[in-house]
């Protein structure tokens, strides 16, 4: 199974541009195995999507590249992390969002 796997959204979805960088909280939260993640972005940028642990160290790096202005989505399998609570961090034209999510085995 793939770590990250990279959903596109409907037209409609795409179309409803937000004014800043927008991260989502991650749903299922809290989650076992797998859970979808998904934010915005207000102009194109180069996204950098890291997960840390509660000691801020990063335990994986999603980075996605290039991504056009609107929404996006992806859903993140969570294999070899423990349990525990974890933080989403998002990078994009120099904006960041975190959220924490909670990984329960």
């Not at 999603?62 to 998002?90: C, D, E, I, M």
């Amino acid at each position: 199974t793939p770590l990250v796997e990279l959903q596109e959204l409907g037209e409609g979805q795409k179309d409803q541009v937000p004014e800043t960088v927008k991260l989502e909280q991650n749903y299922p939260n809290p989650f076992s195995d797998r859970t979808t993640i998904r934010y915005a972005l207000s102009e194109e940028a180069d996204v950098k999507i890291v997960v840390c642990d509660l000691l801020g160290r990063e335990v994986r790096d999603l980075t996605v590249g290039r991504k056009q202005t609107g929404w996006h989505q992806f859903t993140l399998a969570t294999q070899n992390l423990p349990s525990g609570t974890y933080f989403l961090q998002l990078e994009a034209g120099g904006k960041e969002a975190t959220r924490s999510m909670k990984l329960v085995r």
